[in-house]
């Protein structure tokens, strides 16, 4: 694995998984909408690639993905990282957040895709990763369009894990623990309970080889999300009451 493209990583998890892809040596292309704090790490690292693309838009990220192959010479691993996070009841919520919510987390995953298979199949061999969520498994009150989209993605890592298994290509999910990111502010959880967001990145970094579908930055959070996945239903209730009860209490 030499090249690694990834969306949305200009902040938070995504920053610190590619601050360590570079420190492993990997060469990273990063598409992001705003790409002003990597200027640091662009001087640095000549093997870092920044490209300005808004993920709901195909066509540009099959120009970034040309780009990215044109400069390091191939596309082993994709990862798609963007996301949009929205809160609010169902009530209250238009149908134009769930599709802007869709474009952005479901359609970007499926656009990067298609942007990379090509290249993937010629070379023989690929990995492909979505960052979900365990809200897309176990669900969540007042975050229904995110939580929907993370659902999806799940879907869709298993179909198209099933479709290209024979060229050598593989589809995983990443599982992050909820962190201290800009948008996991407004849940009514306090800071002390939320990972950093370094110690996540790099441990997601450092877990990239794994071949399992869940990969995770901690043996600890692989356990919780294995729990998500075997009693939805139960953790569902269980996370929502707690968060109710911090909120209750006022606590933030």
């Given at each position: 694995m030499?090249?690694?493209?990834?969306?949305?990583?200009?902040?938070?998890?995504?920053?610190?998984?590619?601050?360590?892809?570079?420190?492993?040596?990997?060469?990273?292309?990063?598409?992001d909408?705003?790409?002003?704090?990597?200027?640091?790490?662009?001087?640095?690292?000549?093997?870092?690639?920044?490209?300005?693309?808004?993920?709901r838009?195909?066509?540009?990220?099959?120009?970034?993905?040309?780009?990215?192959?044109?400069?390091?010479g191939?596309?082993d691993?994709?990862?798609?990282?963007?996301?949009?996070?929205?809160?609010?009841?169902?009530?209250?919520?238009?149908?134009?957040?769930?599709?802007d919510?869709?474009?952005?987390?479901?359609?970007?995953?499926l656009?990067?895709?298609?942007?990379?298979?090509?290249?993937?199949?010629?070379?023989?061999?690929?990995?492909?990763?979505?960052t979900?969520?365990?809200?897309?498994?176990?669900?969540?009150?007042?975050?229904?369009?995110?939580?929907?989209?993370?659902?999806?993605?799940?879907a869709?890592?298993?179909?198209?894990?099933?479709?290209?298994?024979?060229d050598?290509?593989?589809?995983?999910?990443?599982?992050?623990?909820?962190?201290?990111?800009?948008?996991?502010?407004?849940?009514?959880?306090?800071?002390?309970?939320?990972?950093?967001?370094?110690?996540?990145?790099?441990?997601?970094?450092?877990?990239?080889?794994?071949?399992?579908?869940?990969?995770?930055?901690?043996?600890?959070?692989?356990?919780?999300?294995?729990?998500?996945?075997?009693?939805?239903?139960?953790?569902?209730?269980?996370?929502?009451?707690?968060?109710?009860?911090?909120?209750?209490?006022?606590?933030?």
């Amino acid at each position: 694995m030499k090249n690694i493209i990834i969306t949305g990583a200009a902040q938070g998890i995504g920053y610190y998984l590619v601050k360590q892809l570079l420190d492993d040596q990997f060469n990273v292309t990063v598409l992001d909408i705003d790409i002003d704090s990597l200027k640091g790490l662009s001087k640095e690292w000549p093997s870092l690639l920044t490209l300005v693309c808004d993920v709901r838009d195909a066509n540009r990220i099959k120009e970034c993905v040309k780009e990215s192959v044109q400069k390091f010479g191939s596309v082993d691993c994709a990862i798609h990282n963007a996301c949009r996070c929205t809160f609010g009841p169902m009530n209250i919520t238009e149908v134009a957040t769930y599709r802007d919510v869709f474009d952005v987390n479901y359609f970007g995953a499926l656009y990067l895709s298609q942007a990379v298979l090509p290249y993937m199949k010629q070379q023989k061999g690929g990995k492909i990763i979505f960052t979900s969520s365990g809200v897309g498994i176990m669900g969540f009150a007042n975050i229904c369009p995110y939580a929907s989209s993370k659902g999806a993605i799940e879907a869709l890592a298993k179909c198209l894990n099933l479709e290209f298994i024979n060229d050598g290509i593989s589809f995983h999910i990443f599982h992050p623990p909820l962190t201290r990111t800009k948008s996991a502010g407004p849940l009514p959880v306090p800071d002390e309970f939320k990972a950093s967001p370094e110690k996540v990145g790099v441990g997601l970094a450092k877990n990239i080889h794994k071949k399992s579908f869940i990969i995770c930055h901690s043996t600890s959070q692989r356990l919780q999300t294995l729990a998500c996945y075997l009693f939805p239903i139960k953790m569902g209730r269980l996370m929502n009451k707690l968060t109710t009860r911090y909120e209750s209490a006022g606590i933030n």
